[in-house]
């Protein structure tokens, strides 16, 4: 398949990847159609096949293009950490903000374990291979406990995943499973979940983490 040649051949194919996001998180895979996709993004159908061979392709296309956003979204907001238990907070955090701004993540991922089972495999993998090695330089810096990187770095991966089914897209329960209602997760949520993480990495509580509660209660009183 032809890649983009020029940055407007990069601009289309970016138009019809947000369009499909839209679409096929509105009407699932099934009954969503090239033409629809393509008028959702103003671009002819024919302009259409000089990027995608097919609506599979796009669909595993845009699995992976979310894949890759997502990772980045994760990956910079570890980078913020000076040290485990911080990279741990700032990445959920991105990881949040990114699910909140892109709510087709849920759908298109879990629809592909039907359409493309190995694009679904690989969403997965690939988070879990840049998991895994961060938690590994943090073991061998005595940053974490004595636990195995891998099983680590699944496990808390599906924290990630269910925390945000839960608070960001059903805040109120009513929206539907892939509703527009996708919120923020609750602070109080947030440091729960970040003091649970760090419990089960062995790692003490950052100070951030554990000072965040008392400024909140400041700026209530």
Do not use: C
């Amino acid at each position: 398949m032809n890649q983009p040649r020029t940055k407007r051949g990069e601009q289309t194919k970016a138009k019809l990847l947000a369009a499909a996001e839209g679409v096929f998180a509105e009407q699932g895979y099934q009954a969503a159609s090239i033409a629809r996709i393509t008028e959702r993004a103003s671009v002819a159908q024919g302009t259409f096949y000089l990027y995608f061979e097919s609506k599979l392709d796009l669909f595993e296309q845009l699995v992976d293009d979310l894949n890759r956003r997502v990772r980045k979204a994760m990956s910079d907001g570890a980078a913020r950490g000076s040290n485990r238990a911080e990279a741990e907070r700032e990445g959920f955090r991105e990881f949040f903000a990114f699910t909140a701004e892109h709510p087709a993540l849920y759908r298109v991922v879990r629809e592909a374990e039907f359409v493309s089972p190995g694009a679904m495999r690989a969403h997965y993998e690939r988070i879990v291979e840049g998991y895994r090695e961060g938690l590994e330089r943090a073991r061998a810096a005595g940053e974490i406990g004595d636990v195995d990187p891998e099983v680590a770095a699944w496990a808390l991966m599906g924290v990630g995943e269910m925390i945000g089914m839960r608070y960001v897209l059903w805040p109120t329960g009513d929206d539907g499973p892939y509703g527009t209602g996708a919120t923020p997760v609750p602070d109080d949520v947030f440091d729960e979940m970040v003091a649970f993480v760090q419990r089960a990495l062995g790692t003490a509580p950052s100070e951030l983490t554990a000072a965040a509660p008392a400024a909140r209660t400041q700026e209530d009183s």
